[in-house]
């Protein structure tokens, strides 16, 4: 039983074979997985999937390369949907310095209110950082988030940076980067991560882990992340498998 905790199910790559490709997830024992939405579509859509599939959970927010289109409807849209059964996290939110669709402030603006509305419903916050892992460090901890807790998605900092927002009380979740043969400071830092705060995920259809990497992921595939750090921790398969879709379950309120 593995829990992919960040996957873009309701993206158009999977728009002709959802059904196939849960089964196929089933299959790899992927069982139960968390669908992100990030603007008006593929919000509505993580919330049909949640309400169709009894093992599928639904994470919203506005992403931050969204984040000028971030306006009072938008906001008005978002938080109508928070309280929906099935909504386990705000997100993804954060930063990204990569793409820069939007000036810094403007995203920082939209990163901070989603932080606060997050604290309003009491729900975890998953965060998307992109080139911009300074800031988003310093905005978590002014923000002071312990109370409600949250995942640094698809993690790609070192051990070091896995320490600091730890102490934030972030989880750490590890997708197919974790797989790649020179991603060693990002296995590094799945080395240290306390077992009661590792979560693993696809971010599907990107970020195929070896051995699918330049191919559409998928969430069953969310077993070769588990597979790579169960290695790197010289752990077996199961224990990495059990802790962290236990992990999962504790900060997303689901009792099993």
Do not use: C
Request: proline share 4%.
């Amino acid at each position: 039983m593995i829990f992919d905790s960040h996957t873009h199910l309701n993206a158009a790559q999977f728009n002709e074979d959802i059904p196939e490709t849960i089964a196929r997830a089933n299959e790899l024992g992927v069982t139960e997985m968390a669908v992100v939405g990030f603007d008006y579509p593929t919000i509505e859509k993580s919330l049909q999937l949640s309400q169709t599939y009894p093992d599928i959970y639904s994470i919203i927010g506005w992403h931050p390369t969204e984040a000028g289109s971030y306006t009072k409807e938008a906001e008005e849209f978002l938080q109508a949907r928070l309280s929906q059964r099935k909504v386990v996290a705000l997100g993804e939110i954060g930063l990204d310095y990569y793409w820069m669709e939007d000036p810094k402030d403007v995203q920082e603006k939209v990163f901070r209110r989603q932080i606060a509305i997050a604290k309003e419903h009491q729900l975890p916050i998953s965060i998307h950082t992109r080139d911009a892992i300074e800031d988003t460090y310093r905005i978590l901890k002014e923000a002071d988030i312990r109370d409600i807790g949250g995942i640094m998605h698809s993690f790609s900092g070192d051990d070091e940076w896995a320490k600091k927002f730890l102490d934030l009380g972030m989880h750490i979740s590890f997708s197919g980067v974790v797989t790649f043969k020179k991603a060693l400071e990002v296995q590094a830092a799945a080395k240290i991560v306390p077992f009661d705060r590792l979560l693993v995920e696809t971010d599907a259809p990107y970020l195929a882990p070896v051995p699918y990497r330049g191919k559409r992921n998928e969430p069953g595939y969310t077993r070769y992340v588990v597979e790579k750090i169960a290695e790197l921790r010289e752990v077996t398969f199961e224990e990495v498998a059990r802790q962290t879709t236990i992990n999962a379950h504790r900060l997303f309120r689901i009792e099993k």
